[in-house]
Antibody, heavy 119, light 107 residues
Framework: EVQLVESGGGLVKPGGSLRLSCAASGFTFSSYGMNWVRQAPGKGLEWISSIPSTSSYIYYADSVKGRFTISRDNAKNSLFLQMNSLRAEDTAVYYC????????????WGQGTLVTVSS | DIQMTQSPSTLSASVGDRVTITCRASESISIWLAWYQQKPGKAPELLIYKASTLESGVPSRFSGSGSGTEFTLTISGLQPDDFATYYCQQYKSYLFTFGEGTKLEIK
């Protein structure tokens, strides 16, 4: 079964840091581009970062550029999101999502992990 | 960045109805559009990609159309399980962007 499981969320103070992880199983992780998408409470989906299978080119939404860093470890079937200089507006459920192919959308999502930025 | 605009933001309908949701891109995205369904407290699920290709396992009452800047998601014969929020997403640009969402409610 194809599965993505996020972890690492929690309560952090403004200006603090947090590292999210996403453990993949049931598919050849190294063959797929991966993404982080977040959803603030009661709001819509916001794509925040993507990384291809080879980590060759990485993209970020303007809202997180310079503060967040996406990375992956294909040997450990894991995706990461290092979040620094956190702000209240970063409070959201963070999902990792697999891109099915270069022709497809995000065909597999984790259950999400909640990040709350509050003093 | 490519902006995606969905309409309506909320849609009330009854079981058995046919409904259409529209998504507009701020510039041409060819057919590089996906649709997702999200239920409360759950992760989104991919319904349609390449504007009109149904993801495996998705019921045939869902259909998508369009190209360029205007796209539609149609659900023919609403079922109780279809009441959810729907999002479009462009993937022509690597700065993937989602529409604001359309909440489909029971009338």
């Amino acid at each position: 079964e194809v599965q993505l499981v996020e972890s690492g969320g929690g309560l952090v103070k403004p200006g603090g840091s947090l590292r999210l992880s996403c453990a993949a199983s049931g598919f050849t992780f190294s063959s797929y581009g991966m993404n982080w998408v977040r959803q603030a409470p009661g709001k819509g989906l916001e794509w925040i970062s993507s990384i291809p299978s080879t980590s060759s080119y990485i993209y970020y939404a303007d809202s997180v550029k310079g503060r967040f860093t996406i990375s992956r470890d294909n040997a450990k079937n894991s995706l990461f999101l290092q979040m620094n200089s956190l702000r209240a507006e970063d409070t959201a459920v963070y999902y990792c999502a697999r891109r099915g192919s270069s022709l497809s959308g995000f065909d597999c999502w984790g259950q999400g992990t909640l990040v709350t930025v509050s003093s | 960045d490519i902006q995606m605009t969905q309409s309506p933001s909320t849609l009330s309908a009854s079981v058995g109805d046919r409904v259409t949701i529209t998504c507009r891109a701020s510039e041409s995205i060819s057919i590089w559009l996906a649709w997702y369904q999200q239920k409360p407290g759950k992760a989104p699920e991919l319904l349609i990609y390449k504007a009109s290709t149904l993801e495996s396992g998705v019921p045939s009452r869902f259909s998508g159309s369009g190209s360029g800047t205007e796209f539609t998601l149609t659900i023919s014969g609403l079922q109780p399980d279809d009441f959810a929020t729907y999002y479009c997403q462009q993937y022509k640009s690597y700065l993937f962007t989602f529409g604001e969402g359309t909440k489909l409610e029971i009338k």
